[in-house]
């Protein structure tokens, strides 16, 4: 009999396969971005707009909060108290205490270890880096509460030297922020959390507001109307990436366990939005994940509502060969890629090129690099990251460029810098050398 998943399983050999992997393409990317001119768009404009006015700003975020969330509060609430803070760490449960404490070490090591800016380490005389001063992050609160996305953005920030951490997340507990975020902010020495969020959080961001100082860059996972109102305001603040909604792709051969792959889909897909792809050259693994799907998204809670994200935003593809699948994978440049094709794993991430990150072997899920093992689980989304990079520490900080030439120096460059601004014909750039010759 017939089952609704059945359309997910596509053959890359039949003479329609092309079409049916850009129409994968193009529900990736719609799952991110906003057609200019939508109505969805126009909307954004409208918030963006209002709350720019900075008169009018705080009421603006007011009545955003009550119009989406259902909240209603006045803009002395919008901060959390550092007492409700220091109430959500003292109450949260000591083992997820201790959990998020080793998470935040692990992170903290990973960032350490890969930060460029130390200045201990920069032997280079001709380039400074310098923290940025105060950055905005934007950790999601809709479909689930995300304490860890507090660790992946702040911990990073932190090892960079960042002075000033400010944290919106939307009032979706009780008309507050979940005490497990609250905690993780209290343990980081975060102290500046409000309780919005939206498109409204990241204008607040941006432009600031009676009670809201804005900030220099905005960072962190979230939905379509927060990541395009960071593409929005770009340019006046800088941005991590595209980062949202979540998504996997999966390169397996018949080596991989099925049922394990189908977890790893579902882990992704449950976010709703979520995407969830497997790219393999076995037809039989493509049927026995299939089945697994079938049988493992009935036992989740919201099992109505991963099949509708399943059938839109998932797909397992059957290629003719595994290079096909690489090529392929490349183009698809996905969030998390999971590779399980036994001891010939690495040689494919190898031969990688676009990943926000890869998960190498039958024993690397999402969730690991969600949690646990230190690189930032904040990745570009939507096919971008065939150009923007995961979250880490090098992102919050700015290089500036230090050139200093003596009066021989000079001399010896003058003719080829005089040479380069005439044929430019920029005659104040050349006099500008010219009359250091002449003294």
């Given at each position: 009999?017939?089952?609704?998943?059945?359309?997910?399983?596509?053959?890359?050999?039949?003479?329609?396969?092309?079409?049916?992997?850009?129409?994968?393409?193009?529900?990736?990317?719609?799952?991110?971005?906003?057609?200019?001119?939508?109505?969805?768009?126009?909307?954004?404009?409208?918030?963006?707009?209002?709350?720019?006015?900075?008169?009018?700003?705080?009421?603006?975020?007011?009545?955003?909060?009550?119009?989406?969330?259902?909240?209603?509060?006045?803009?002395?609430?919008?901060?959390?108290?550092?007492?409700?803070?220091?109430?959500?760490?003292?109450?949260?449960?000591?083992?997820?205490?201790?959990?998020?404490?080793?998470?935040?070490?692990?992170?903290?090591?990973?960032?350490?270890?890969?930060?460029?800016?130390?200045?201990?380490?920069?032997?280079?005389?001709?380039?400074?880096?310098?923290?940025?001063?105060?950055?905005?992050?934007?950790?999601?609160?809709?479909?689930?509460?995300?304490?860890?996305?507090?660790?992946?953005?702040?911990?990073?920030?932190?090892?960079?030297?960042?002075?000033?951490?400010?944290?919106?997340?939307?009032?979706?507990?009780?008309?507050?922020?979940?005490?497990?975020?609250?905690?993780?902010?209290?343990?980081?020495?975060?102290?500046?959390?409000?309780?919005?969020?939206?498109?409204?959080?990241?204008?607040?961001?941006?432009?600031?507001?009676?009670?809201?100082?804005?900030?220099?860059k905005i960072v962190g996972p979230g939905n379509q109307w927060v990541q395009?109102?960071?593409?929005?305001?770009?340019?006046?603040?800088?941005?991590?990436?595209?980062?949202?909604?979540?998504?996997?792709?999966?390169?397996?051969?018949?080596?991989?366990?099925?049922?394990?792959?189908?977890?790893?889909?579902?882990?992704?897909?449950?976010?709703?939005?979520?995407?969830?792809?497997?790219?393999?050259?076995?037809?039989?693994?493509?049927?026995?994940?299939?089945?697994?799907?079938?049988?493992?998204?009935?036992?989740?809670?919201?099992?109505?509502?991963?099949?509708?994200?399943?059938?839109?935003?998932?797909?397992?593809?059957?290629?003719?060969?595994?290079?096909?699948?690489?090529?392929?994978?490349?183009?698809?440049?996905?969030?998390?890629?999971?590779?399980?094709?036994?001891?010939?794993?690495?040689?494919?991430?190898?031969?990688?090129?676009?990943?926000?990150?890869?998960?190498?072997?039958?024993?690397?899920?999402?969730?690991?690099?969600?949690?646990?093992?230190?690189?930032?689980?904040?990745?570009?989304?939507?096919?971008?990251?065939?150009?923007?990079?995961?979250?880490?520490?090098?992102?919050?900080?700015?290089?500036?460029?230090?050139?200093?030439?003596?009066?021989?120096?000079?001399?010896?460059?003058?003719?080829?810098?005089?040479?380069?601004?005439?044929?430019?014909?920029?005659?104040?750039?050349?006099?500008?050398?010219?009359?250091?010759?002449?003294?």
């Amino acid at each position: 009999m017939p089952h609704e998943l059945d359309k997910i399983l596509i053959s890359a050999s039949g003479p329609e396969w092309h079409e049916k992997i850009r129409e994968i393409h193009a529900k990736v990317k719609r799952a991110t971005y906003f057609e200019d001119g939508s109505e969805e768009d126009n909307q954004l404009n409208e918030i963006l707009r209002k709350v720019r006015e900075r008169r009018g700003a705080n009421s603006a975020i007011v009545d955003y909060t009550n119009r989406f969330d259902k909240v209603q509060l006045t803009p002395q609430q919008f901060r959390i108290s550092e007492a409700d803070l220091e109430k959500a760490h003292t109450e949260i449960n000591k083992e997820l205490l201790e959990s998020i404490q080793q998470a935040i070490k692990n992170v903290r090591k990973y960032q350490t270890e890969i930060f460029i800016g130390n200045k201990k380490e920069n032997k280079h005389p001709r380039i400074k880096y310098t923290s940025i001063k105060r950055i905005g992050i934007c950790v999601p609160g809709a479909s689930a509460p995300l304490p860890s996305t507090v660790v992946m953005t702040a911990v990073p920030a932190q090892v960079a030297g960042v002075e000033e951490i400010a944290i919106v997340s939307p009032p979706r507990y009780n008309g507050s922020i979940h005490p497990v975020i609250l905690a993780v902010c209290y343990e980081l020495g975060i102290e500046e959390v409000y309780r919005i969020g939206g498109a409204q959080a990241v204008a607040a961001f941006w432009r600031g507001t009676q009670t809201i100082k804005p900030v220099n860059k905005i960072v962190g996972p979230g939905n379509q109307w927060v990541q395009m109102a960071k593409r929005k305001v770009f340019g006046v603040v800088d941005i991590d990436s595209i980062a949202g909604p979540s998504g996997v792709l999966i390169i397996a051969d018949g080596r991989a366990n099925p049922a394990w792959i189908a977890a790893d889909m579902l882990s992704q897909v449950e976010h709703a939005p979520g995407s969830g792809f497997v790219f393999t050259d076995s037809q039989k693994l493509a049927d026995e994940v299939l089945e697994e799907l079938k049988k493992q998204v009935n036992q989740l809670d919201r099992a109505e509502e991963t099949i509708k994200c399943l059938k839109y935003f998932g797909g397992i593809v059957v290629f003719v060969n595994i290079d096909e699948v690489i090529t392929q994978a490349n183009f698809f440049a996905a969030e998390h890629l999971e590779i399980q094709c036994g001891e010939e794993s690495r040689d494919i991430a190898d031969k990688i090129e676009n990943a926000g990150a890869t998960f190498i072997g039958d024993y690397s899920p999402v969730a690991v690099g969600d949690y646990w093992a230190g690189p930032s689980h904040t990745l570009p989304t939507g096919m971008t990251a065939k150009f923007f990079s995961a979250l880490s520490a090098n992102d919050f900080i700015k290089s500036t460029s230090i050139i200093e030439y003596d009066q021989k120096k000079l001399a010896e460059s003058a003719e080829d810098i005089i040479r380069l601004a005439e044929i430019e014909g920029l005659d104040a750039h050349a006099k500008s050398v010219k009359i250091r010759q002449q003294s």
